[in-house]
């Protein structure tokens, strides 16, 4: 039985349930910590009054006019059903009771996560700096992304040695999606409506939003770990 941190979604928006991209601090998840608990991921799934809180990463390349993220098509038989076959730009998983850190603060939680996450789905370990908090993801539009809740990084892999084509044949090898493209921030604003994204397929709902908030150029916050 697997464990995964989740917050009873009343305490997370006391009032109306924001949708989409949500700025750095729109939510204070350190003063949520005492409503934070562990419980069975498979009865968490099916139950949207309450959220998983998700770490979710983009590996950027670049800066301005030559800034790109990799992308990735997520194989038919995913073990997350609802996204078979749509594309992603995130990285990312659930947090749990082993990512329990000397930092009791919830982000510092989510940082224990998000590096883990990467190293394992990606094989890459740019360390804790290289992490830049843009915001987070609320959206029920769609079952999946019903019971999440989004943390949002940009990760700045410049330092990685390799070309781009040597670091996306690394990151398909840990993670094996269907396929991968490194494709310019510019040229994802037209791929996020149904039909449009690489190869007539479809982005799943949070990359949408991602994407939407990344060209926005929401003010971003360092990860402070």
Same mark, same amino acid.
């Given at each position: 039985?697997?464990?995964?941190?989740?917050?009873?979604?009343?305490?997370?928006?006391?009032?109306? @349930?924001?949708?989409?991209?949500?700025?750095?601090?729109?939510?204070?998840?350190?003063?949520?910590? &005492?409503?934070?608990?562990?419980?069975?991921?498979?009865?968490?799934?099916? +139950?949207?009054?309450?959220?998983?809180?998700?770490?979710?990463?983009?590996?950027?390349?670049?800066?301005?006019?030559?800034?790109?993220?990799?992308?990735?098509?997520?194989?038919?038989?995913?073990?997350?059903?609802?996204?078979?076959?749509?594309?992603?730009?995130?990285?990312?998983?659930?947090? &749990?009771?082993?990512?329990?850190?000397?930092?009791?603060?919830?982000?510092? %939680?989510?940082?224990?996560?998000?590096?883990?996450?990467?190293?394992?789905?990606?094989?890459?370990?740019?360390?804790?700096?290289?992490?830049?908090?843009?915001?987070?993801? +609320? @959206?029920?539009?769609?079952? %999946?992304?019903?019971?999440?809740?989004?943390? %949002?990084?940009?990760?700045?892999?410049?330092?990685?040695?390799? @070309?781009?084509?040597?670091?996306?044949?690394? %990151?398909?090898?840990?993670?094996?999606?269907?396929?991968?493209?490194?494709?310019?921030?510019?040229?994802?604003?037209?791929?996020?409506?149904?039909?449009?994204?690489?190869?007539?397929?479809?982005? &799943?709902?949070?990359?949408?939003?991602?994407?939407?908030?990344?060209?926005?150029?929401?003010?971003? +916050?360092?990860?402070?770990?």
């Amino acid at each position: 039985m697997q464990s995964i941190l989740v917050i009873e979604r009343k305490h997370l928006f006391p009032g109306l @349930s924001p949708q989409g991209f949500l700025p750095a601090g729109a939510v204070d998840l350190d003063g949520l910590a &005492e409503r934070l608990f562990f419980a069975e991921r498979r009865y968490m799934e099916q +139950n949207s009054h309450y959220k998983q809180i998700i770490p979710y990463m983009l590996l950027r390349r670049g800066a301005g006019t030559e800034a790109r993220i990799l992308c990735y098509q997520r194989r038919t038989k995913h073990t997350e059903a609802r996204l078979g076959g749509l594309w992603s730009v995130g990285f990312g998983g659930h947090m &749990e009771p082993l990512d329990r850190t000397e930092d009791t603060a919830t982000l510092g %939680v989510v940082m224990a996560t998000a590096l883990r996450e990467l190293e394992e789905e990606t094989g890459l370990t740019p360390g804790a700096e290289a992490f830049t908090r843009v915001g987070f993801i +609320n @959206s029920d539009r769609e079952d %999946v992304s019903s019971v999440h809740f989004g943390v %949002v990084y940009t990760v700045d892999i410049d330092g990685i040695p390799g @070309s781009d084509e040597e670091v996306m044949q690394l %990151v398909s090898g840990q993670s094996e999606p269907h396929q991968a493209r490194w494709i310019p921030v510019a040229d994802l604003a037209g791929m996020t409506l149904p039909g449009q994204g690489p190869d007539g397929a479809d982005f &799943e709902d949070w990359s949408r939003i991602a994407i939407g908030g990344l060209l926005d150029g929401t003010k971003s +916050n360092r990860a402070d770990g």
